[in-house]
């Protein structure tokens, strides 16, 4: 019986986080990954033609620069490790319909200027918001890498100052709600709610509305950050360091069951037989569901333990990736900086209309119309052979059609992919067949089946919802420890949620505390 201080169930970049911070902290730790690969989400790989390195899934690294992980260096990813992130100007642009568009650049001077074609009022707006939303990103950023307080903490804390009153009302409302407290212009709110929808939400989700001044403050004081060569890199850094301080990585090692005795994990049970120890803990980097509904007995967990985790909500749509070889950079009918945007997104011109899309999703009628696209070699050549490119076309999508379920999409995909490109051929010059080299489809079940995380095609694991957000995640109580002794959670289940952040640097602050490690002293 092989036997670790520490074994991490599930290869994700989180639970390789875990994993590298414990290696760093002196543990004999063991990372337990299913696939013939780690890195989970995160995944880069020559998915069309060859020479063409696509992401499948997450590709933004938004908030990374913030974490210490990569500001400070911590684990010497960049330094030792050679990752190395970039950053796009601008960073996002809006189309809408009629042609119009408002882009997002770090300076906020040229972002209002864009805002200004579309209305002048607004663009005077922006300023003020932004003066509101810049300076309360880092005090939104405090809680996502080190463990959350309690949520009645925070509502306490929010409550004292003027500034957190602001922010606690944010909190409670829809990003729809944010965008109209400030807003006057259908276009100005759909831009702004338009780039948090890609967090699988609605416009109209109530609890999500800091995600509006979050992304804001994100675009205008770091920019959009991705790492050099694919987001794989930021695996490969992790898995090379895991594997310096003595870390032990096994894929191909799919965990059938948590080993406890006694009320305590003890180890894990492969799909093979083998049995490994874990002589300190196990850490779960799957999903919620997947751990507590398939892993582990329910007489080994408290009454009612399970049905809280069944009541467990996915988010408000899956989607659809197509991820395609391209002969050369889009151009787009619009033109201007448009052409070099990172990340652009088609949507409505009407408000009413616009909602009405995001309805006909919660109904599972699939779309076409509104598809996001991300050129990300137009930033970074080395992805692609000289002079071409690749493109990141993806759609909102339902995971349960309305007709056949989610089986459906299995007799639907390529026509539904097809037909994005179609909507990408109204705003573009060049999207002809002649400019198409190679495309691989993922409908929402095929998400889902390339990696089984992503329950019900949800790569954010869980809704983005207040009650199963910040210190509720993935339950009221239990956020990285679980009622079994030793056996804690990790992943996009837990906080700060779905997304490539490297959370698991707040779920190991919990787990060393408990194995009586300084985690500061770790890091210095």
């Keep these: 019986m092989a036997k670790h201080d520490i074994v991490i169930v599930g290869g994700g970049h989180n639970g390789l986080t875990v994993a590298a911070y414990l290696a760093k902290a002196g543990e004999k730790v063991c990372v337990l990954e299913a696939r013939p690969e780690v890195g989970g989400g995160v995944v880069t790989r020559e998915a069309t033609v060859p020479g063409f390195k696509h992401d499948l899934f997450s590709t933004a690294h938004i908030f990374m620069p913030t974490n210490p992980l990569i500001k400070d260096d911590e684990l010497k990813l960049q330094s030792k490790y050679g990752l190395k992130y970039l950053t796009a100007d601008p960073a996002a642009s809006v189309i809408f319909s009629d042609g119009n568009a408002i882009t997002f650049y770090r300076d906020v001077d040229k972002t209002c200027e864009s805002i200004a074609k579309v209305s002048r009022r607004d663009a005077d707006a922006y300023r003020k918001y932004v003066d509101w939303a810049v300076p309360n990103l880092d005090m939104l950023l405090m809680g996502m890498y080190s463990p959350p307080p309690p949520f009645s903490a925070l509502v306490s804390m929010l409550e004292k100052s003027e500034q957190g009153q602001d922010l606690l009302m944010a909190l409670l409302k829809s990003p729809l709600d944010v ?115 398939q892993m582990i007995e329910e007489t080994d967990l408290p009454p009612n333990f399970l049905t809280k985790v069944k009541r467990l909500r996915h988010s408000d749509y899956s989607g659809m990736n197509s991820s395609i070889a391209l002969n050369e950079a889009l151009r787009y009918k619009i033109g201007g900086d448009i052409d070099r945007s990172w990340l652009n997104l088609i949507a409505p011109s009407d408000l009413e209309a616009y909602l009405k899309e995001f309805d006909a999703l919660q109904y599972g009628y699939p779309s076409s119309d509104t598809p996001m696209i991300i050129c990300t070699t137009l930033h970074d050549k080395t992805r692609t052979p000289q002079g071409k490119h690749t493109l990141f076309l993806y759609h909102l999508e339902p995971y349960h059609l309305k007709e056949g379920g989610a089986a459906r999409w299995d007799q639907i995909q390529e026509q539904v992919a097809d037909d994005m490109i179609m909507t990408l051929r109204k705003y573009t010059v060049n999207m002809g067949d002649e400019n198409i080299l190679g495309r691989k489809v993922m409908s929402p079940i095929e998400i889902e089946r390339e990696n089984p995380a992503f329950v019900e095609g949800d790569f954010m694991h869980l809704g983005s919802q207040l009650f199963q957000s910040l210190s509720n995640r993935p339950l009221i109580g239990w956020n990285y420890k679980t009622p079994v002794k030793k056996l804690y959670l990790t992943g996009s289940c837990t906080p700060p949620g779905g997304g490539i952040m490297c959370g698991g640097r707040a779920a190991v602050q919990v787990i060393m505390e408990d194995l009586g490690i300084n985690f500061r002293k770790v890091i210095s």
């Design 179 to 293: 965008a109209e407290d400030w807003f006057e212009s259908d276009k100005v709110k759909i831009a702004l709610t338009r780039c948090v929808t890609e967090n699988l939400i609605s416009p109209k989700t109530k609890g999500c509305g800091l995600g509006v001044p979050a992304l804001t403050g994100m675009f205008h004081k770091y920019g959009l950050s991705f790492p050099e060569g694919g987001s794989y890199k930021l695996i490969v850094a992790l898995e090379n360091c895991i594997k310096d301080l003595g870390g032990t990585i096994r894929t191909s090692s799919p965990v059938k069951k948590v080993k406890v005795e006694k009320g305590e994990a003890k180890g894990v049970i492969l799909e093979s037989g083998e049995e490994i120890e874990a002589r300190k803990a196990v850490v779960s980097a799957l999903h919620v569901k997947q751990l507590f509904l």
